[in-house]
């Protein structure tokens, strides 16, 4: 009779969660440098150069959430609360070139973080950005979206999904909720999704036996 070629508990655990390991190991090596511009953003008056460099209609904290709102239409709700929304998002747009981060509710029930990192460059039609992690210590693109002001009286950011988008809604609506990048959007680890992928993976591993 042949072998049984299941693979074994051991290379299940491997293939189940030898990804979150890898992503893990590649973080530990660069939140420092890559947060860096946002925890060292000065809370005072910029120097004139900097002011000058800042662009301040897209510098600040954004969110689509607008729960609190008395005043929110049933447009603006009904936008609010799309798949894998609300969205929270932290811009710096300094020489035309975009750093930050964003976090949303699908990545934090979809993956192993609750925020991506963000890079861009601003364009005729907006800011043209850039959301990616580090897998194995190199940037891997998670989704490209662009982001545009609108003329609306509350001046929101429109987003736009073009290419990916795990974890983000394809529209959103952002609206600033401060101009003080200093405040980060801190990473936390999704506990119960690693602890979904073991089991799973002890499961599997029993079947085999």
Avoid: C, H
Avoid at 52 to 79: C, F, I, K
Avoid at 107 to 134: C, M, Q
Wanted: net charge neutral.
């Amino acid at each position: 009779m042949a072998k049984n070629s299941r693979p074994s508990i051991t290379t299940l655990l491997i293939g189940a969660s030898g990804w979150i390991v890898s992503l893990f190991l590649g973080i530990l090596d660069v939140p420092a440098k890559v947060n860096s511009f946002m925890v060292e953003a000065p809370k005072t008056k910029q120097e004139v150069v900097d002011w000058l460099n800042l662009d301040q209609n897209y510098t600040g904290q954004w969110t689509s959430s607008v729960e609190d709102w008395v005043d929110a239409t049933e447009d603006e709700r009904t936008l609010s609360t799309a798949p894998n929304g609300p969205v929270r998002m932290r811009l710096r747009v300094y020489g035309g070139m975009v750093t930050g981060e964003v976090e949303s509710e699908g990545l934090k029930k979809g993956y192993i973080f609750n925020n991506l990192l963000l890079e861009g460059s601003r364009s005729s039609k907006g800011l043209d950005v850039w959301a990616y992690d580090y897998v194995d210590g190199k940037k891997r693109g998670f989704a490209e979206f662009r982001l545009s002001l609108s003329d609306e009286k509350r001046l929101p950011l429109n987003l736009e999904i073009v290419q990916g988008g795990m974890g983000l809604p394809v529209r959103a609506k952002l609206y600033r909720t401060s101009t003080d990048i200093s405040e980060p959007i801190y990473r936390q680890p999704n506990m119960e999704l690693l602890g979904r992928v073991v089991e799973q993976g002890k499961v599997d591993a029993g079947q085999d036996r």
